[in-house]
């Protein structure tokens, strides 16, 4: 198991910006392909961005252009920096191995964009 932990949620209006950290427990990052994940209330999780161990990335369609994934290797973190954020962003955010499996999820950080 790989232990995740998510940080940098916070209260924004919208077309504000957050940069979300994710912290991973071991160096998986040049192995392991990860994502960025959300989920609202009532709502399914989806993914919203994945990053390969080569650096490839991957994005949903409601969040291109808007947000980006990157990963440090030496800080063994992986980032999404949202941009342009729009009412409908507004999820628990969290971040884990793509695809997840049975791996654990972690606490998440919330986002939430209200005017």
């Known amino acids: 198991q790989v232990q995740f932990v998510e940080a940098g949620g916070g209260l924004v209006q919208p077309g504000g910006s957050l940069r979300l950290s994710c912290a991973a427990s071991?160096?998986?990052?040049?192995?392991?392909?990860m994502g960025w994940y959300r989920q609202a209330p009532g709502k399914q999780r989806e993914l919203v961005a994945r990053?390969?161990?080569?650096?490839?990335?991957n994005y949903a369609d409601s969040v291109k252009g808007r947000f980006t994934i990157s990963r440090d290797g030496a800080k063994n973190t992986v980032s999404l920096q949202l941009n342009d954020l729009k009412l409908e962003d507004t999820a628990g955010y969290y971040c884990?191995?793509?695809?997840?499996?049975?791996?654990?999820w972690g606490q998440g950080t919330q986002v939430t964009v209200s005017s």
């Open positions: 884990n191995l793509f695809p997840p499996a049975y791996n654990p």
């Open positions: 071991v160096s998986i990052f040049n192995i392991a392909a």
């Open positions: 990053i390969s161990s080569a650096g490839a990335t």
